[in-house]
């Protein structure tokens, strides 16, 4: 008798390790990449996270809308230094005719702190995240979305892609967005290019990147 208790004992163990490894998030370093951490401002903390080798170039800016600081937006950019650096500012701007391959880090300018997190809101922010991102032409369609947690965070992610006609580009988008102290920061993925862009692997591969975000300091 006490030996099949044993036997069934090691079964549920078996079987809740098995569970536990499929909601674990993979958060291994990416081939050809590098890991780096960034200081926000406002004393918001610090990201670390993945991002490629080939990205050898950061800058950061506040992007000023004619609303005032309510609506500024404190933006962190990392590409290559291959690419022409452009900043988005104002409430109307116009992406010029340019490749583009970088991860940009967004967030309000404006924070009215909170001591907690209402989690039971989290599909009422997913829902509504992506109603501010097919707002915007540039962002295109809606491929795939979902809620992850990463690192005992959890995150919006959506995948988008389309293609300009104007310019002839194609172009695709992964955003991974959380909250500190009860407001958003997004983790914008972007690539555009003249020739047809498997979307798939840029999914995947910002996907990698986006599940080795972690947040330092923040609530």
């Not at 958060?27 to 951490?37: G, L, Q």
């Not at 988005?88 to 340019?98: C, K, L």
């Not at 970088?102 to 809101?121: A, E, G, L, N, V």
Request: with cysteine.
């Amino acid at each position: 008798m006490y030996g099949n208790q044993l036997k069934i004992i090691g079964i549920l163990l078996l079987f809740s390790c098995r569970d536990k490894a499929k909601n674990e998030t993979a958060t291994a370093i990416p081939v050809n990449s590098r890991f780096v951490t960034t200081t926000l401002r406002d004393s918001l903390g610090k990201v670390s996270f993945s991002i490629p080798d080939r990205y050898d170039t950061s800058f950061s800016w506040t992007n000023r809308s004619d609303c005032g600081k309510p609506c500024d937006q404190e933006q962190y950019r990392f590409q290559s230094k291959s690419f022409p650096i452009f900043k988005e500012s104002g409430f109307f701007y116009d992406i010029p005719n340019i490749s583009i391959d970088q991860f940009t880090i967004i967030h309000s300018s404006y924070f009215p702190f909170h001591s907690r997190s209402d989690t039971s809101k989290r599909f009422l922010r997913h829902e509504a995240f992506i109603g501010d991102l097919t707002s915007n032409l540039y962002n295109g369609k809606v491929k795939f979305d979902t809620i992850e947690k990463i690192n005992d965070r959890y995150f919006s992610i959506v995948c988008m892609a389309g293609f300009d006609s104007a310019r002839q580009k194609y172009f695709t988008k992964l955003v991974a967005v959380t909250t500190i102290k009860g407001n958003e920061i997004e983790f914008h993925y972007d690539s555009s290019s003249k020739e047809i862009i498997n979307e798939k692997d840029f999914f995947d591969r910002s996907k990698e990147f986006a599940r080795t975000i972690s947040i330092g300091n923040g609530i």
